[in-house]
């Protein structure tokens, strides 16, 4: 496999600052229900982890500063993916030196852990180096990192984490809401089919639920008419 990570993205769109503020608002509007607001649901720091985009940078991102994306013209791509993977590994170095358990990162160990030589590894992270997917994927299992997370522009990587929250963290913040008042242990609920409902799709059930709980307490409550 002989594809370069530029070449696998050269026919995507990705994501601008504006696809970033209508994921933002839909943020905003699942947030608001709950009670929280936009810095209660995303945490630059968490960001980060998940992105492997530097904090600062996320920052700038959820303020409005124009994602960092691939020229079209193939060789200065070549040159962006390049420095792309280059900032993504010296972060992941940085992570894996800080933690607390572990030898730290090794040149030699990773080498050895992908199949390739250290001259390679070195010239990648030094940004010498074209990055082949098959050595980005091979670094990402090595490493246990989310596939696709060495070669994914800034945007798209943040629009992935998005959306994420939109389809997933907020819905469960939602749902578990409305489970503590329908009395957490009384829902029961099956599924038929090959795959289980999005979480997204079952926040109306619960909301449904939960507003008949409520006028249960509501009815209970009404003084009794003589």
């Not at 994501?15 to 929280?36: F, N, S, Y």
């Not at 030589?117 to 990192?145: C, F, M, V």
């Not at 578990?176 to 242990?185: C, P, Q, T, Y």
Request: glycine share 6%; aromatic share 4%.
């Amino acid at each position: 496999m002989t594809e370069s990570a530029h070449e696998a993205t050269a026919a995507g769109h990705e994501a601008t600052a504006a696809d970033i503020a209508q994921l933002l608002a839909e943020v905003d509007a699942g947030a608001w229900p709950l009670g929280k607001t936009r810095d209660d649901v995303l945490e630059a720091k968490t960001i980060s982890m998940h992105t492997f985009i530097r904090e600062s940078r996320v920052c700038e991102l959820l303020d409005g500063a124009d994602p960092e994306v691939p020229p079209h013209a193939k060789k200065p791509r070549e040159e962006f993916f390049k420095s792309l993977v280059k900032q993504r590994l010296e972060l992941v170095k940085e992570r894996i030196n800080e933690a607390p358990t572990g030898d730290g990162f090794s040149l030699r160990r990773v080498a050895e852990g992908v199949d390739l030589s250290h001259p390679t590894i070195d010239h990648l992270l030094k940004g010498k180096h074209s990055p082949r997917l098959d050595y980005a994927y091979a670094l990402e299992r090595h490493l246990r990192l989310p596939r696709g997370i060495l070669s994914t522009p800034e945007g798209d990587a943040l629009a992935a984490y998005l959306r994420k929250v939109i389809t997933e963290a907020l819905p469960a913040l939602s749902i578990m809401a409305d489970i503590e008042e329908i009395g957490g242990g009384k829902v029961s609920l099956r599924h038929t089919g090959d795959e289980a409902p999005a979480l997204r799709d079952l926040v109306p059930v619960f909301k449904f639920l939960a507003a008949r709980e409520r006028a249960k307490r509501a009815q209970r409550e009404q003084p009794e008419q003589s």
